[in-house]
């Protein structure tokens, strides 16, 4: 009896510590990359779409913020398919986007997306999280695979020479494997798609901007 009670005590106690530590790590995600960062880069995404892009892929929608914020800026009618691999972020978008049928979330490593499954994209979106791939150059082969003619991909990307990325893994405990815009560059010409928009996106009330290279390009076939 003794024995149970103490059992059913320390779980109560680990899960309650664990909703704790889960909660927090979403918090400072949203605080340090959602809010700075990811947010300012879905504002400049929507000034990009059109109402032809009515199916868009988003890889590593987080928590869902940004894309929350943004979402009465889409295009009219489009469906969202928001994939991302970490389970607690999922948690807090699934509630964001509960009464939001247009966002379909899921779990999942975007090495797992087939256009068998999930079909073909006019738009597909890397949320700041490309360069967290741990293969970004086939990463790149099946995200072409999976557009349909005259699809564009949009990468929201942080781009540094400095060290300050470092300083946010410290900070967040999120490597954002940070390269320089010149290698990155020369990543995208190496595959088949071109760079048909660009622009560093910086506010000076924004300091993460100024820190950081933050980036959106619009690529095609």
Do not use: W
Not at 53 to 63: A, E, F, H, M, N
Not at 69 to 88: G, K, T, V, Y
């Amino acid at each position: 009896m003794i024995h149970s009670i103490a059992r059913n005590s320390f779980s109560a106690i680990y899960s309650t510590i664990k909703d704790v530590v889960d909660y927090s790590s979403t918090t400072i995600y949203d605080m340090f990359i959602s809010h700075p960062i990811t947010s300012l880069t879905y504002e400049k995404l929507c000034e990009r779409l059109t109402g032809q892009q009515q199916r868009i892929l988003d890889v590593g929608v987080g928590t869902g913020v940004p894309l929350n914020q943004a979402l009465n800026r889409f295009p009219l009618n489009c469906e969202i398919i928001a994939i991302d691999i970490n389970h607690n972020y999922l948690r807090k978008a699934n509630h964001l986007f509960k009464d939001k049928p247009q966002v379909k979330l899921y779990e999942l490593d975007f090495y797992q997306m087939n256009s068998e499954t999930f079909g073909k994209f006019d738009t597909i979106v890397f949320s700041s999280s490309f360069l967290l791939l741990n293969q970004p150059k086939e990463a790149l082969q099946l995200a072409i695979s999976l557009l349909k003619p005259g699809g564009k991909i949009y990468f929201m990307i942080t781009l540094s020479d400095s060290h300050f990325g470092d300083t946010l893994k410290y900070i967040t405990s999120i490597d954002l494997h940070l390269q320089s815009e010149n290698q990155f560059e020369q990543m995208i010409d190496q595959s088949q798609l071109k760079i048909n928009y660009k622009q560093r996106l910086q506010k000076v009330t924004n300091i993460a901007t100024l820190l950081f290279k933050v980036f959106i390009y619009e690529t095609k076939i």
